[in-house]
T-cell receptor
């Protein structure tokens, strides 16, 4: 089984809809992250969480919110989706007691019509 | 400002050729970390290597090798005897010692290099 899973893997939705992307990990890592990937732009950090009680905005947090339900779960919400939020979304985890290298989930491809 | 530049947008080679992917970074910190990730056509991001700023030794792992030169702020990646399975987008990334909350956690990505290996 994969260490970092994301659901759904693909989602098509309409402008104005609320969408939740979920991330679960079995690596036991305290730190979790959400990134989005756009063609030609690389990956950009949306939110990150050091532990269940510590959530922080990243580079491009506007239009997004997150919830850290447990050490293993970190959800990303789009309260009212818009077309320019169409992107590939990645969740990642890291262990600060080790190398703190970020390991990524398989990604969720979101299309907002 | 921190920045990672991968000037090569696309590279196409024929199988068995050697290929080098360039990565140039900018940072004002003395302690930082450099990474390479591979994104195959299936879309996932695969961690390849992590290097800290105090370790300038080159690293070799099978057909992969990395050349870190602080003098030119570069962390280049070479694939020897390329194979079709090496076809992917490769990302270079930088993480600083003093990121959010003083931790090494903000990854700054380059825009990636698409490598196409033709049979």
């Amino acid at each position: 089984d994969a260490d970092v899973t994301q659901t759904p893997r693909n989602r098509i939705t309409k402008t104005g809809k609320r969408i939740m992307l979920e991330c679960s990990q079995t690596k036991g890592h305290d730190r979790m992250y959400w990134y989005r990937q756009d063609p030609g732009l690389g990956l950009r950090l949306i939110y990150y969480s050091f532990d269940v009680k510590d959530i922080n905005k990243g580079e491009i947090s506007d239009g997004y919110s997150v919830s850290r339900q447990a050490q293993a779960k970190f959800s990303l919400s789009l309260e009212s989706a818009i077309p320019n939020q169409t992107a590939l979304y990645f969740c990642a985890t890291s262990d600060p007691t080790s190398t703190d290298t970020q390991y990524f989930g398989p990604g969720t491809r979101l299309t907002v019509l | 400002a921190q920045k990672v530049t991968q000037a090569q947008t696309e590279i196409s080679v024929v199988e068995k050729e050697d290929v080098t992917l360039d990565c140039v970074y900018e940072t004002r910190d003395t302690t930082y970390y450099l990474f390479w990730y591979k994104q195959p056509p299936s879309g996932e991001l695969v961690f390849l290597i992590r290097r800290n700023s105090f370790d300038e030794q080159n690293e070799i792992s099978g057909r992969y090798s990395w050349n870190f030169q602080k003098s030119t702020s570069s962390f280049n990646f070479t694939i020897t005897a390329s194979q079709v399975v090496d076809s992917a987008v490769y990302f270079c990334a930088l993480s600083e010692e003093r990121g959010y909350g003083g931790a090494t956690n903000k990854l700054i990505f380059g825009t990636g290099t698409l490598l196409a290996v033709q049979p």
